[in-house]
């Protein structure tokens, strides 16, 4: 029997909870033995001119080994994205400007942690403060400049090459617009970020990081120190979650590996929960205007998403993300004009880079909204406006007006199995009962339907595999886990071909002398980039095994098979394990499997709220979601990515939103007042199956770590709305959170 | 994240402490639980010179039926209010606001001495003491003293307490079978309350309406003169001062403390018995 698609426990569990994971900050190695500890000075103002920084009081503070300025440290400033104006230069410690909260300014090395914050207090630094632009509206204008050379705040754009079409909706009965706000949201992963570095006498460079992909770390890292990627060796300890704000390096890494190099000691940083609320990359941040239109019968003919993408202070990922946002704004939906643009500008905020679905989570929330008010203003059931308009199973490989090739989907299909479970009939009803009754307590019923691209950007993958002469296997990936689990995912995919339990199967990433070539975990790629060249590698093992074993128990190949770690001569006793063919000599291969492309998972979620209209409290009841990404390799674990995907998802349409006064300063950089769940605030999800493999992999599977965020977030925004919908309301920005509820409700009450 | 440096104290009795505080003037201060002092020295928001430790001095730690009043030492935890038996008897609204802060971690840490100490107006125990009409029992050099807790706050974290006093014990009625409530409105569980409010025999705290917690006197008052439920709840922000911050505005507590206090009254009016 198959090992794939069944629920094999995660072996790295055992050990995470009894042990305890080893994170950067935990690590106990001897060549970081007596390191120093980097504590940073950062900017207190948003946006200002550093007029003087004096540092001899900290130098003479207890345990100070040294104390750097950005005038001392020895590297260049850096266009920390590609295709950003080379004038958003980052320097690695702030010399002339800040340009947001938290910026880098001096760095305090002391022989133990606690005496760097004492030391850094008695850094001081005049600041001549400059206007704050926190809003990118304003920042469009231009009155602040962040980069005055650069002459304007716009870094980038996409679709920006011809006007809009005056005409796109001139064929339309009825035609929609709105402003949205996709809110600004922080990562906050448990393991904050964190570095350690050392220089050996062999002139290499030894970097522990917390990130999601060692290899593209380190090419950065070394990039940015000025020496040959070979020089960087770049080891990932446990990492305690990533969401996209860990792709990659970060300034602080080449800052840690510089400073070691400076002083020729080790050197150690783990931030504070403080710092990694302003410092750490953070997500989404668009503005949005939809314009929808199509007939009174439900066919949508035209879409229009205009973006204002706030990159914050130095452009990283985030700049680049409007792509996809864009490359994704039809959806589901098969509609005959679609047109959009996206421009970013940058702010006096902290930078915003990826986060659990980057670009395209905004696509889908802007179409789902435009779709809902299009129902709402023809009077038609929002969940069948959406059947009417997805595009048919038999369209499929199908080139939307966005400019994406989808796979393979069943839309509707996907719509009626959430709806069905959910009983949306049974829904409608109670909600209409409740009006009826004049409940304080309205139910919302929110439909969201959504495709997304998975492995986009990075459709290739390595993986090896060796069998040892103990029987034990070692398979190498080029992906980068940080809580999914590949060790128990790639383990049974070599086990399906080789027979040998996962637990004699071990899988080792993310060191850079070890495995030199990957493109870690990100855009919930691993799976059907990294898991199925593990695959892929096991089978050609299985090939190579049989070659060699025909030699040795000298049958044909043909008459060979592999089972339970030894290759076998069909209908004989005859065998030799896998084992003892290691002993010979290594049995090892190396592969590469590329998809050429990127597949495009789907699904459909239902939430149920119910909103308290005196408080404006919502609250999610239910919520049921169709989560297509092909085969389950593994339930246990895809369902796990599905309710983690789904927290955040109702995080976002209801909690969470990074906020900064008029002056430029964090008002939510504690967890006291940035809104993160807890259980608490989750109702248990209704998990439906359905899958439709790609074409595009041998395992016809798909991505799987983002969807339950890119749909959960319409469909509760969706819901809440709904809920109030009796009372004239069609649009809340997320999120939605009593307040802002509370403040709809009166707006609505003043208009009727 | 790392305070200012700091000496550090055990107590080993009450008396104790108040010497070391007599020593070590008004640059000492007491940790309990340490779930409210600990995160602002760890913002460097405060920087005592010397804490003295009271957190586990069993001679605090009781609760027990006095006359027609309950006595609780002040080291008593949330934990042990959430969970007495005593109390859901005799005073079961305290337990019930008990049940509400923070999270299982912080019940098991923190004190109601500490939290009626802090003194931050988003606290759920002062606002249901002072519900209560409670008294808080301070000893000092100069011997014990018996502060009612509507005289106890001065403003925000700041009460009548002097610097070498103790809070030993709190002391509540016995309200047994009088109506009471708690309402209190979060965005998340584990959060302080945007507004709460504290119903108990005809008498309401709030939570978060001012600088300090407050009585909301005019809902009270009507209430006596016979005044319907929802005719008293509209009356419960008089005299108040919120503030406006991230989860609220001034004006939405204000609304909130009416909708909270008809809920409570309308629970407490179906409880009492």
């Given at each position: 029997m198959s090992i794939l698609g069944t629920r094999v426990q995660r072996v790295e569990d055992p050990l995470f909870l009894t042990r305890g994971a080893v994170y950067t900050d935990d690590l106990v190695d001897e060549r970081l033995a007596g390191a120093l500890h980097l504590t940073l000075v950062r900017s207190p103002v948003a946006h200002a001119r550093i007029t003087s920084i004096d540092v001899s009081a900290a130098r003479e503070a207890p345990g100070v080994v040294a104390v750097v300025t950005g005038a001392e440290i020895g590297l260049e400033p850096v266009v920390l994205q590609g295709g950003a104006p080379k004038e958003t230069a980052r320097p690695f410690l702030a010399t002339d400007k800040v340009r947001f909260v938290g910026e880098p300014v001096v760095a305090v090395l002391t022989e133990e942690l606690y005496q760097g914050q004492d030391a850094a207090d008695l850094v001081e630094i005049d600041y001549d403060p400059l206007p704050a632009v926190v809003d990118p509206e304003e920042a469009l204008k231009g009155e602040v400049l962040l980069f005055e050379d650069l002459g304007t705040n716009v870094v980038g754009g996409f679709g920006l090459d011809k006007e809009f079409d005056e005409h796109l909706f001139d064929d339309c009965e009825v035609v929609v617009t709105q402003k949205l706000v996709n809110q600004r949201v922080a990562a906050a992963p448990l393991e904050t970020r964190a570095a350690a570095a050392v220089w050996g006498d062999d002139g290499r460079v030894t970097l522990w990081a917390s990130t999601q992909n060692a290899q593209s770390a380190r090419d950065a890292v070394a990039g940015w120190l000025g020496v040959e990627r070979d020089v960087v060796h770049l080891i990932t300890p446990d990492v305690g979650g990533g969401f996209g704000a860990k792709i990659g390096a970060d300034p602080e890494f080449a800052l840690v590996a510089q400073l070691a190099r400076i002083t020729g000691r080790a050197v150690r940083w783990s931030e504070t929960r403080s710092e990694n609320m302003t410092g750490m990359l953070q997500g989404r941040a668009q503005i949005q205007t939809i314009t929808i239109g199509g007939n009174r019968?439900?066919?949508?003919?035209a879409y229009r998403l205009d973006v204002l993408a706030d990159a914050g202070a130095y452009p990283r990922l985030g700049m680049f993300l409007p792509y996809f946002t864009r490359q994704m704004a039809p959806g589901v939906y098969d509609i005959p004009k679609v047109e959009s643009r996206a421009r970013t500008v940058v702010t006096t905020t902290t930078s915003i880079g990826a986060y659990r679905g980057a670009g395209r989570p905004e696509a889908t929330a802007a179409i789902e909204r435009a779709m809902d008010l299009f129902a709402a203003e023809i009077g038609m059931d929002p969940a069948e406006v959406r059947k009417r308009n997805v595009i048919a199973p038999d369209k499929f490989p199908f080139t939307t007006k966005g400019g994406a090739t989808y796979d393979s989907g069943e839309y509707a299909k996907a719509i009626d199995k959430a709806l069905e479970a959910a009983d949306y009939a049974g829904l409608r009803a109670e909600q209409a009962r409740r009006r009826e009754r004049g409940d304080t307590v309205a139910l919302g019923i929110g439909v969201s339907a959504y495709v997304e691209i998975t492995g986009g950007g990075a459709f290739a993958e390595n993986a090896s595999i060796e069998v040892h002469p103990d029987g034990t296997v070692t398979v190498l990936t080029g992906t980068s886990p940080h809580g999914q689990g590949h060790a128990t995912a790639w383990a049974m995919l070599a086990s399906e071909h080789l027979?040998?339990?996962?637990?004699?199967i071990t899988v080792k990433h993310g060191d850079t002398d070890l495995i030199p070539r990957g493109a870690g975990t990100m855009g919930s790629r691993s799976l059907q980039t990294g898991g199925v060249a593990v695959y892929q590698a096991a089978g050609e093992l299985v090939e190579l095994a049989k070659q060699r074993a025909a030699e040795v128990l000298e049958a044909s190949v043909e008459d060979l098979e592999v089972a339970e770690g030894a290759v076998n001569v069909r209908g004989t006793t005859t065998s030799i394990t896998l084992a003892a063919l290691a002993e010979k000599e290594p049995l090892k291969v190396q592969t590469k499997f590329d998809s050429g492309a990127p597949t495009f998972p789907f699904g459909a979620h239902v939430a149920v709220v119910e909103v308290d209209?005196?408080?404006g409290r919502a609250v999610v009841d239910r919520i049921v979601t169709v989560d297509d990404a092909?085969?389950?390799?593994?339930p246990l674990l895809a369902d796990g990515q599905r309710h983690g995907g789904i927290a955040q998802g109702i995080a976002q349409a209801l909690l969470e939103e990074v906020r900064y006064d008029d002056e430029g300063n964090p008002i939510t950089a504690t967890f006291a007042d940035y809104a993160f769940p807890s259980a608490a605030e989750l109702p248990s999800f209704t998990l439906v199956d359905m899958a439709t493999p790609t074409p595009l992999n041998p395992l016809g599977v798909k991505g799987i770590g983002e969807a339950g965020t890119i749909g959960a977030t319409p469909a509760v925004q969706s819901a809440v709305i709904d809920a109030l919908s009796h009372l004239g309301i069609r649009h809340i920005d997320m999120p939605l959170a009593p307040l802002r509820v509370w403040e709809a409700i009166q707006a609505a009450k003043g208009d009727a | 994240m790392i305070p200012v440096g700091f000496e550090y104290v055990r107590a080993t009795s009450v008396d104790e402490a108040i010497s070391l505080l007599v020593e070590h003037g008004e640059e000492a201060t007491l940790l309990a639980g340490g779930h409210s002092l600990l995160p602002v020295m760890k913002l460097r928001l405060a920087a005592p010179e010397v804490l003295i430790d009271i957190g586990r001095l069993s001679e605090l730690s009781y609760i027990r039926v006095e006359g027609d009043e309950i006595a609780i030492g002040a080291g008593t935890k949330h934990r042990a209010l959430e969970a007495s038996e005593l109390l859901a008897k005799e005073c079961p609204l305290l337990p019930a606001a008990a049940h509400t802060v923070g999270d299982p971690q912080v019940r098991h840490r923190g004190t109601i001495g500490g939290s009626l100490a802090h003194g931050d107006p988003a606290s759920d125990l002062p606002a249901a003491v002072l519900a209560l009409g409670g008294t808080i029992v301070l000893r000092s050099p100069r011997g014990q003293r018996t502060v009612p807790i509507t005289g106890f706050y001065t403003g925000v974290f700041s009460t009548v307490r002097d610097p070498d006093e103790v809070i030993v014990e709190v002391r509540v009625p016995r309200t047994g079978g009088a109506g009471w409530a708690y309402e209190k409105f979060v965005r998340r569980a584990n959060d302080w309350a945007i507004v709460a409010v504290a119903v108990v025999d005809g008498r309401i705290g709030l939570a978060n309406m001012g600088p300090t917690p407050l009585r909301a006197s005019a809902a009270e008052a009507a209430l006596a003169d016979g005044a319907s439920i929802e005719e008293a709840a509209a009356l419960a922000d008089q005299a108040t001062d919120p503030v406006s911050d991230v989860p609220a505005t001034a004006e939405y507590r204000r609304h909130l403390a009416r909708v909270l206090t008809k809920r409570a009254l309308t629970t407490a009016a179906g409880a009492a018995g």
């Open positions: 019968n439900g066919d949508v003919l027979g040998v339990p996962v637990e004699k209209l005196e408080t092909g085969p389950v390799l593994n | -």
